[in-house]
């Protein structure tokens, strides 16, 4: 399973930014976002069920950031609206494959989001 993300960028407060991963391979139990800021823990931003239902988002990103399923087999966006420079962060995608003993996550490979004032 390969991942691959794009999207990323610089923006000042206020602006917008979408996001995009696809991956290969394979059929998935769930999808999401992660971040990860300099000198913090990555963190989930929004995930959402295979089929594009149940979206779950961090409450720092509730009512401006928007996850969504592509029409296309496998891929997932991130649209970033309101942006705020505490959203600077490397953000990931993450795509869990239902497995036993437990579910395997597949990462992409990262793009940088930078939020100016």
């Known amino acids: 399973v390969q991942l691959m993300e794009s999207g990323g960028g610089s923006v000042q407060a206020g602006g917008s930014l979408q996001l995009s991963c696809g991956a290969s391979?394979?059929?998935?139990?769930?999808m999401g976002w992660y971040r990860q800021a300099p000198g913090k823990q990555r963190e989930l931003v929004a995930e959402?069920?295979?089929?594009?239902?149940?979206?779950i988002y961090a409450e720092s990103v509730k009512g401006r950031f928007t996850i969504s399923r592509g029409n296309a087999r496998n891929t997932m966006y991130l649209q970033m609206d309101s942006l705020k420079p505490e959203d600077t962060a490397i953000y990931y995608c993450?795509?869990?494959?239902?497995?036993?003993?437990?579910?395997?996550?597949?990462w992409g490979q990262g793009t940088q989001v930078t939020v100016s004032t």
């Open positions: 993450n795509f869990r494959e239902s497995s036993r003993p437990r579910d395997i996550d597949y």
């Open positions: 391979g394979s059929t998935f139990q769930g």
């Open positions: 959402i069920t295979y089929d594009g239902r149940s979206p």
